[in-house]
């Protein structure tokens, strides 16, 4: 069974301050997904990453990929309360996706 | 990427009885997928939903209680059978045209008195 992990499970910030949330599994994955979900909405898609190693940015987030394709991290820079949401990160496998439990961010104004 | 609808977006529903769920792509999509997200926890799939044959459920999931169809490749439809309070939850549809990416619709709420 492939099974994600999240850490911090919940993340109460101010903002402007900077934040790293965690996906962690003991499988190899072929693919990495992280989304972000708002109350009463469905998780938007934010980054997909491939190869190990892999670093993408999206404006004031930063995606990692590790190197053995097992883990990844969320980086936000100066948080702003538009970043407030459930996010979300799930591996690929197959034709199969499974999904972390999500860490819960607040941003303080 | 694919926008993607469902139908109704939030119902309430008596024991015993059955709601279907319909999923709308604005594209063709090669995968299409349900997930049930119960308050405040993380996503868990359901079955993926295949274009002309039976679809493939996910351990503690069975089509008995959950039967899918996929008539084509932007439409499918989820129906939660039987239902108790215990199905109350969100289900999502979710599709994608590759193995490494898909979309969500917004999510049905349902509630079983």
């Known amino acids: 069974t492939q099974l994600l992990e999240q850490s911090p499970q919940f993340l109460s910030i101010q903002e402007g301050e900077n934040l790293t949330v965690y996906c962690n599994s003991s499988s190899v994955f072929s693919s990495l997904q992280w989304y972000r979900q708002e109350p009463g909405e469905g998780p938007v898609l934010l980054v997909t990453?491939?190869?190990?190693?892999e670093v993408k940015k999206l404006k004031r987030l930063t995606f990692q990929f590790g190197d053995a394709r097992k883990d990844s991290s969320l980086h936000i820079t100066a948080a702003q309360p538009g970043d407030t949401g459930l996010y979300l990160c799930a591996g690929n496998y197959g034709q199969n996706f499974v999904f972390g439990p999500g860490t819960r961010l607040s941003v303080l104004p | 990427s694919a926008v993607i609808s469902q139908k109704p977006s939030r119902d309430i529903c008596q024991r015993g009885t059955s709601l279907t769920i319909q999923c709308q792509v604005d594209s063709q999509v090669t995968m299409m997928f349900w997930y049930r997200q119960q308050p405040g926890q993380s996503l868990t799939l359901i079955a993926t939903?295949?274009?002309?044959?039976?679809?493939?459920?996910e351990s503690g999931f069975v089509i008995d209680k959950f039967p899918i169809s996929r008539p084509n490749l932007t439409f499918s439809t989820l129906t939660v059978s039987n239902m108790s309070p215990e199905d109350s939850s969100i289900y999502l549809c979710?599709?994608?045209?590759?193995?490494?990416?898909?979309?969500f619709g917004p999510g049905t709420r349902l509630t079983v008195l």
């Open positions: 939903a295949n274009q002309g044959s039976e679809a493939t459920y």
């Open positions: 990453v491939v190869t190990g190693g």
């Open positions: 979710s599709a994608g045209t590759g193995a490494d990416t898909q979309y």
